[in-house]
């Protein structure tokens, strides 16, 4: 059975950061297409970093320069540094999988994925 726990989520000040990470079992971390999305209230889930079939890694243009996502295949975990906070980066943030194949922008389609984290909240204050 396949299981994504999350940690990370928080309340900070403008300009501070949080690391997000996703456990996941049930699956072989390597082999899957991984990404973090978000959702702020009244607005769609979007997708703010990626990790394709191919190991590379893709952001959405709001956070390219801040945030970084990496995984750790022996650990079973995935992780978003998110760095030089904006309130706008307020959201819950998911992180998400899939055994489909999937390269650059594909990783932010949200309904190709399958696996979904519960959720942690991020607030950002000014």
């Known amino acids: 059975q396949v299981q994504l726990a999350e940690s990370g989520g928080d309340s900070v000040q403008a300009g501070g950061s949080l690391r997000h990470s996703c456990a996941d079992s049930?699956?072989?971390?390597?082999?899957?297409?991984m990404a973090w999305f978000r959702q702020a209230p009244g607005k769609e889930r979007e997708g703010v970093a990626g990790?394709?079939?191919?190991?590379?890694?893709s952001y959405a243009d709001s956070v390219k320069g801040r945030f970084t996502i990496s995984q750790d295949n022996a650990k079973d975990t995935l992780y978003l540094q998110m760095n030089t906070l904006k309130p706008e980066d307020t959201a819950m943030y998911y992180c998400?999988?899939?055994?489909?194949?999937?390269?650059?922008?594909?990783?932010?389609?949200?309904?190709?994925?399958?696996?979904w984290g519960q959720g942690t909240q991020v607030t950002v204050s000014s």
């Open positions: 998400a999988a899939t055994a489909r194949w999937c390269l650059g922008s594909e990783t932010f389609v949200p309904g190709a994925y399958v696996y």
């Open positions: 049930g699956f072989t971390h390597s082999t899957y297409c």
């Open positions: 990790i394709g079939s191919d190991e590379v890694p």
